[in-house]
């Protein structure tokens, strides 16, 4: 296993040059559719015609299936789905929230869809669309650094694919639809708190420029579900929500482990083979070297998406191989979280004590992750592919790297490459992590200042983080730096900088109180605030004054501070 200290790569870099402040000194001399309107639809039920929508179930056609019929929890061997239908939410339900944009845009539904009483329905579990072929799958996954066997869909149920009039083909996923033979000792369901957390930050992420899963729809229902949240003996009654999900594909490197682990390798030849036709097309399916390339595509993805998700201060919190998308896409959101003050020892789950997935560990993690993947096609390849795909990983690291630096000099808004930058980069992250600056709104600050304010020896107050950041003793070292570097830009102006800068910088990002606000009052069923974030979120590079008002943009609220978030589910 080849170690690498990723979390420490730009810390370590910029602690150097504050080893003694006269090293320092020296180096200082030198659609218009439908999605685009407002999440306001109409509830009330009003006829009853069939849903327009009819599914294919291409996956359980080309992919071997569980012989062994029933829904009861069991060691399943051979395949790669069991067909299990979806259980009823106990009624009344309500449709709680909707992606306009994914239904419109993914779905090619039109809103009117929803005043029929089947739509909720079919997006709950409890009435299936034409041609769905329900299926959980069967994956397993490294938990925690450690295999954990067979894991699989417990609590959710594929319905089959869609292609749409892009011709893109999409899966439709159920979360929380009841128990398959996978539940092991769950109850196969999902509260409303993960749900509105799920469904809101898919959506989100979506609109941040982040490869994720998305979230059609999220109704909620009066099926009672108990849960110990904190893990302290106190458990709640709580009530069954139902999120539909949709992915290009839902298959994890898990999905490859558990075949491998049983020595079921003609399953594992037929799935990643199917992987390859259907979502690496410019892989040849008859070239001896396909799986070798379908690696090395995955290592870059990988990397990609995970100095993504470190440019919006994102940590997934549950890092395990079954969480892990072959397509690097976000996928299983839990315990997530947006970093807030900056720190890279950030961890978002309240149960991960050891901080195995604290932010800055994800890039380290990810290495794991695709080690087990390597394993998991290990008996795929030739003794040549598998010393070159080894070699492919111990690219990883300047693969990440390079992104890395890529993205965080665009949040700064350089353009071209200098030597120094990585330096001026990790200068700007030491100066946030010494005190304690908000990330979000650091980076949006600095997007939003003029150069002739930066200069100023205070930042104007309304700047909470950036002025934050100025209290640091080497902060108008850094701007002098930084100032510096911006005027050798060629064809270049203030204002193009802040634009450049304003459409990568989020203002607003779903931060946990954000999330947790909107869930208090979903619990009580207002759906309101759940609505209000959707919006604002899906324009997260803009103001917006109604964001504005609730304070989106501002401090974390006392009352939340010591939020914690659970992975109970
Ligand atoms: P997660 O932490 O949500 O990624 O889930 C890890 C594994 O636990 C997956 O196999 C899930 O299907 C399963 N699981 C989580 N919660 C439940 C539940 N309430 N009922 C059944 N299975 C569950
Ligand atoms: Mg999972």
């Known amino acids: 296993m080849i170690r690498y200290s990723f979390m420490l790569f730009f810390i370590l870099f910029a602690r150097a040059a504050f080893r003694d402040k006269q090293g320092f000194c020296e180096?200082?001399?030198?659609?218009?559719?439908?999605?685009?309107?407002?999440?306001?639809?109409?509830?009330?039920?009003?006829?009853?015609?069939?849903?327009?929508?009819?599914?294919?179930?291409?996956?359980?056609?080309?992919?071997?299936?569980?012989?062994?019929?029933?829904?009861?929890?069991?060691?399943?061997?051979?395949?790669?789905?069991?067909?299990?239908?979806?259980?009823?939410?106990?009624?009344?339900?309500t449709l709680a929230a909707l992606s306009l944009d994914a239904l419109w845009n993914i779905l090619d539904l039109n809103q009117s869809v929803i005043q029929n009483q089947e739509f909720i329905h079919c997006v709950s579990g409890g009435k299936l669309f034409a041609g769905s072929v329900p299926l959980a799958h069967r994956y397993g996954g490294h938990q925690f650094g450690y295999w954990a066997g067979q894991l699989g869909d417990g609590r959710a149920h594929l319905l089959g694919e869609y292609t749409n009039r892009k011709g893109e083909r999409w899966e439709l996923q159920l979360k929380g639809s009841g128990k398959t033979p996978y539940s092991r000792s769950g109850d196969g369901r999902a509260v409303i708190r993960s749900s509105v957390r799920e469904f809101l930050c898919s959506e989100a992420m979506y609109f941040l420029g982040?490869?994720?899963?998305?979230a059609l729809s999220l109704v909620v229902s009066e099926e009672p579900v108990w849960r110990d949240q904190f893990y302290n003996g106190n458990i709640v009654k709580e009530r069954g929500a139902v999120v539909l999900r949709l992915a290009k594909s839902w298959f994890r490197i898990g999905s490859l482990e558990i075949l491998t682990k049983a020595g079921e390798l003609n399953v594992l030849r037929t799935l990643l083979d199917f992987v390859i036709k259907e979502h690496f097309r410019s892989i040849a399916t008859n070239d001896p070297q396909r799986y070798v390339a379908f690696f090395f595509r995955v290592v870059n993805e990988t990397a990609h998406l995970i100095a993504q998700w470190m440019a919006v201060g994102f940590a997934h919190g549950v890092c395990n191989t079954d969480n892990f998308s072959l397509l690097s896409i976000t996928l299983d959101y839990g315990p997530f979280g947006f970093m807030e003050s900056y720190d890279p020892n950030f961890v978002p789950n309240s149960s991960d004590d050891e901080g195995r997935y604290s932010i800055g560990s994800q890039a380290n993690v990810g290495l794991f992750n695709l080690q087990k993947l390597l394993e998991a096609l290990q008996p795929l390849l030739t003794q040549d592919q598998i010393l070159e795909s080894q070699q492919i990983l111990r690219e990883y690291p300047q693969i990440y790297q390079q992104r890395f630096l890529e993205l965080f000099k665009a949040k700064l808004g350089l353009l071209e490459n200098e030597d120094e930058d990585s330096y001026l980069v990790a200068f700007f992250l030491k100066l946030m992590e010494d005190t304690g600056a908000d990330f979000t709104m650091t980076f949006r600050q600095l997007s939003e200042v003029t150069a002739s304010d930066l200069q100023i020896d205070s930042v104007a107050q309304s700047m909470w983080a950036l002025s934050v950041l100025s209290t640091h003793e080497y902060f108008t070292d850094w701007v002098r730096l930084y100032l510096q570097r911006l005027s050798r830009h060629h064809n270049d102006s203030d204002e193009t900088r802040q634009h450049r800068m304003q459409r990568i910088n989020p203002r607003y990002v779903l931060r946990n109180w954000?999330?947790?606000?909107?869930?208090?009052?979903?619990?009580?069923?207002?759906f309101s605030e759940v609505a209000l974030l959707q919006q604002i979120l899906m324009n997260p590079f803009t103001e917006q004054d109604e964001a504005e008002r609730a304070g989106y943009s501002s401090k974390t609220p006392m009352w939340a501070q010591q939020l914690r978030v659970s992975c109970s589910s």
Not at 210 to 214: A, K, V
């Open 514 to 526: 954000m999330a947790e606000s909107a869930i208090r009052k979903a619990e009580e069923n207002d």
């Open 27 to 93: 180096r200082n001399e030198c659609n218009e559719d439908e999605a685009s309107k407002q999440n306001q639809f109409d509830f009330s039920v009003k006829h009853n015609a069939e849903i327009p929508l009819t599914l294919t179930h291409t996956l359980s056609d080309c992919l071997p299936l569980d012989e062994v019929d029933g829904n009861f929890i069991r060691t399943v061997k051979s395949c790669v789905f069991s067909e299990c239908q979806p259980t009823p939410l106990k009624k009344p339900l």
């Open 210 to 214: 982040i490869p994720t899963s998305r």
